[in-house]
Structure formats: C-alpha cells, structure tokens
C-alpha cells in the first residue's frame, strides 16, 4: 500500500479544525475542533443557541465559516456548496424536516439520488465551472428526451433502491409511498426526510434533531433505527436535546455552550462530566434517569 492510501486509512472521517462562525456580534462557533472516525456515532449537545445547528450548516455547506478548515477524508471542503458535498458524501436532515409536499413519497426519496446518477447526467463534473455547465444542463436534457438503456437501466436501479430505503421504514413510508407527502403526518414527513438523506448513500448523515416533535412512541422507534444504522456501520453527526437518545446511540458526545466546545468524550464519562451538568441543567444532578 502506497503512503498516501495508507494515511487515507488512518484518516478520521471527518474533521474540524479551529471553525469560527460569527454573526454579527455573536460568536455562533468559536474555535472549535472535533474528528469524527469513520463507522461512529457523534452527537453534538448543549444548552439552546450554544451553536449546534450552525456547526451542522457548516459542515452541510449551508453557511459558509469565517476561520478554521473542515476536512472529509483529509479533502478540504469547508465553504463548498451544499451540492458539491451531496456529491462527496456528506448528506442532512433539518430540524423542521423539510419535504417536497406535492411529492409521493418515492419521489421524495428519488431525489435524494439524483447526484448518483452518472449515464442519466454526462459532463456532470462541467456543472462546477461557470462557463461550460451548459454543457452539462445541455447533455442532461438531451438523455432525459432520448431515454438509451443505459438511463433506463440506473432509473431502475436508482427506483430499487428506493424500494430499499423504504423498507427500514416498512409499516410506515412502505404502504404510503404513492401518498403526496403533504398528507403524510409530522413523523413520517420526518421519516421520509431520513430515507431521502439515506439514498444518497452518504459517508456522513447529519441529523438536526431527528426525533424534534416526536412523541415518546415514536421518538423510541426512530431510536431503533438509528441504531440499526450504526449497527450497519454508517457514520453520524447528530444534534439532539432528546438526553436519553443520546446516551443510547453515541459512541462520541461533543457539547457546546456558547459557541465553545466545553467538553467531549463517551456518553458514561459526558453524563459525570461536572461542567456538563452546570452548563446544561444549571445545578449537580444526574443528566439522565
Ligand atoms: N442566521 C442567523 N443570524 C443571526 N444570528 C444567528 C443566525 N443563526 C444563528 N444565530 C445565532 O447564533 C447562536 C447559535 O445559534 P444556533 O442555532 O447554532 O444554536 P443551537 O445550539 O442550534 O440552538 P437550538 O438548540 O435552539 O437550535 C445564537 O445566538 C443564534 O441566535
């Protein structure tokens, strides 16, 4: 194995280095710095405004940092575009999950693929540089209409594995997949939200609350699920207020308070961590239970 292929293996996943984002006056992120390994579970915790969702839409591309770098396998990719890191792996959910409602359910999920297709967009690699992405808009237009094997076959391929994507969520997006996603209720809007990031077969999901508005039924299931992932080997970033989820399913627990990283380590030593317990609930109590 040559040296460069052998450090890619000994890469973390993901990491973060000295990011700062600022609003304003406000430091939303101010220097902090984390690995994510691949195949683990990390979760980001902290009081309200401490600075988690911002952390997530920095490393989705929704905001871009004013300092530090985050790297994908050793790749510099901060300040890329959402897109462009679809493409590379990096897949999210949102807080408030956002769905297409006038949408079924499969093409809800169909969508999530759409950067895996390769016959169906030739020249796609063009779309990044401003003056030739006509050509690859124009190659785009010109398989949709023409429709050759090669399209139709990873159409199908791509609509397997929706079918795949939907099982996890067997008795709930399955049966309903032909629905308009508007009729859906909040927990399976949610779901189908998941399934869609899913498709893309991401290196890393980042989760913005997956369980927000859950009630504990519900919030217990997608537990499992999540779980089921983690068992398969896929990596995560969550950010979560559920406590008890947290402990449950991370490997690695990061927490923030005002925009700092005030600590970080395994769920048991998290849940003993003195600072933890005064930032997060105000007084010396246990976190969970
Ligand atoms: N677009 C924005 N414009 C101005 N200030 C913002 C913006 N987004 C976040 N902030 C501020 O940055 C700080 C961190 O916000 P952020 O949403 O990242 O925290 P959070 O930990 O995710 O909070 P919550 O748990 O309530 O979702 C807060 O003070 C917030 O008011």
Redesign the pocket.
């Known amino acids: 194995m040559s040296t460069a292929a052998a450090s890619l293996d000994n890469a973390p996943l993901l990491e973060v280095r000295e990011l700062v984002k600022t609003?304003?006056a406000?430091r939303?992120?101010d220097g902090i710095s984390f690995k994510i390994q691949p195949g683990q579970t990390v979760s980001l915790i902290?009081?309200?405004?401490?600075?988690?969702?911002?952390?997530l839409?920095l490393i989705s591309g929704v905001l871009k940092p004013q300092g530090g770098q985050i790297l994908l396998q050793d790749q510099r990719i901060d300040g890329l575009r959402p897109e462009r890191l679809a493409e590379l792996g990096i897949a999210r959910t949102f807080?408030n999950g956002r769905v297409f409602g006038n949408m079924s359910i499969r093409d809800n999920v169909l969508v999530g693929m759409h950067t895996q297709l390769h016959a169906a967009r030739p020249f796609a690699s063009l779309r990044h540089i401003p003056v030739l992405r006509w050509i690859s808009l124009l190659g785009e237009t010109v398989m949709a209409v023409v429709q050759p094997p090669s399209v139709r076959r990873e159409e199908e391929a791509m609509l397997a594995n929706v079918q795949e994507e939907l099982k996890r969520f067997e008795q709930r997006l399955l049966p309903r997949q032909d629905r308009f996603a508007y009729t859906l209720s909040y927990a399976n809007r949610r779901r189908t939200e998941i399934a869609r990031a899913l498709a893309l077969r991401p290196r890393l999901l980042l989760l913005d609350?997956p369980t927000a508005g859950m009630n504990p039924t519900e919030t217990a299931e997608v537990l499992e699920q999540l779980l089921e992932l983690r068992a398969a080997g896929q990596s995560m970033l969550l950010?979560e207020?559920k406590l008890d989820l947290v402990m449950k399913l991370s490997d690695h627990v990061l927490v923030?308070d005002g925009?700092k990283l005030i600590a970080q380590g395994r769920p048991e030593a998290i849940q003993e961590d003195e600072r933890v317990i005064e930032t997060y609930i105000g007084r010396r109590r246990s976190l969970v239970g």
């Open positions: 609003f304003g406000v939303a992120v902290g009081p309200n405004g401490s600075g988690k969702t911002s952390t839409n807080q609350e950010v207020h923030m925009g």
